[in-house]
């Protein structure tokens, strides 16, 4: 079974040879995230960081990793008022954030050329943009977001249109992503941390954006994946993206104080990724560890419609061999719980 065909099935919620693993991991340091426009040289380590973790590990599935552009650029400093959010427009395909997110995307898809492994290109939700817009540092969990939340209490309505306004760039450039730079879908990073929008809210004037986003990669692709950032034990309400009609969701199983299992009824049934904490076993424990880490990942969940994976990216300088003993770990459950 191919990679590809074995994704596929995954997807299908259809028996598969071993269950496929999906590690990921920066390749820039913090202080890099999102400075690709100002820093060349980062915007080259960015790219050169897939090449070399590629000599280690073969992936099961390829994320393209954009750390350096990560965030589309937003000019907020004229906003003081939720009414002058109306003056934010689409992002223009030919903006140097486009131009660069596309270049990054055709170089980085050249270094996987002779891999058979689906590809993915990284994408944020408008609720990301606009809140990492408006602070600063990044707007996880415990951050201090005053402009937001008065932007919020002053016109939801302004915020709601807003954010379609963004998402309608932001699947513009997924597009050219997907049908000329060859992706094969969109990794759609979405969160709501420590319920920083009410649910209500969030419903009404948060979710059709990032909905729209999806809809309009699912006319192009429809391998999609929402990835659900549970940063660091960054919990998040997943019932917020039960009806967001995505191929697979990558839940943040830990952070949230749930399974595998249950994450995957959830969801009704949809497939589902993820099983080790980020920095945890699959970083420090001994190739025994991972492999019974492994195996109670798989105990609970089954091997149909399931991606072992981590509630997030796992430290930068970690062993990629270790995703290699995940996959052997992976390999010999199958090999002794046959699923079809």
């Known amino acids: 079974m191919t990679k590809r065909e074995r994704m596929r099935n995954v997807l299908a919620n259809k028996p598969v040879d071993r269950v496929p693993v999906a590690f990921f991991h920066h390749f820039t340091e913090a202080g890099d995230w999102n400075m690709g426009l100002e820093r060349a040289e980062a915007f080259e380590r960015n790219i050169e960081g897939h090449r070399q973790a590629l000599e280690v590990f073969d992936p099961d599935i390829i994320k393209i990793m954009n750390d350096t552009l990560m965030m589309m650029p937003l000019d907020v400093s004229f906003a003081e008022h939720a009414s002058d959010l109306a003056a934010i427009r689409p992002m223009p395909l030919d903006c140097e954030y486009a131009v660069k997110q596309i270049e990054l995307t055709k170089r980085v898809m050249e270094i996987y050329r002779d891999c058979d492994a689906p590809v993915y290109v990284t994408s944020f939700s408008a609720a990301w943009v606009l809140r990492n817009a408006l602070i600063l540092g990044l707007p996880v969990a415990g951050a201090q977001e005053p402009q937001m939340k008065r932007f919020m209490a002053e016109d939801p309505e302004a915020v709601a249109n807003c954010l379609m306004r963004i998402s309608e760039g932001i699947a513009a450039l997924n597009r050219v992503l997907m049908t000329e730079c060859g992706a094969d879908g969109i990794y759609f990073s979405v969160a709501n941390q420590a319920g920083f929008f009410p649910r209500e809210f969030h419903q009404k004037y948060v979710a059709p954006s990032e909905k729209y986003v ?5 006319k192009i692709r429809d391998m999609n994946i929402v990835h659900i950032c549970g940063y ?5 309400d997943l019932s917020l993206y039960t009806e967001y009609g ?4 990558s839940v943040a199983v830990n952070a949230e104080g749930t399974t595998m299992a249950e994450a995957k009824k959830l969801f ?16 420090k424990g001994s190739r025994e560890e991972v492999k019974k880490a492994a195996w109670d990942i798989l105990d609970n969940a089954g091997q149909i419609g399931v991606v072992l994976g981590a509630d997030c990216t796992v430290p930068n300088d970690i062993d990629e061999n270790r995703f290699n ?6 390999a010999e459950y199958a090999a002794q719980h046959p699923s079809g």
């Open 214 to 218: 999806l809809a309009e990669a699912k």
């Open 232 to 236: 660091h034990g960054h919990g998040n």
């Open 246 to 249: 995505a191929a697979a969701y």
């Open 268 to 283: 009704g049934g949809a497939p589902v990724i993820g099983g080790f904490t980020q920095d945890g076993v699959i970083y």
């Open 325 to 330: 003993w995940v996959r052997d770990a992976a």
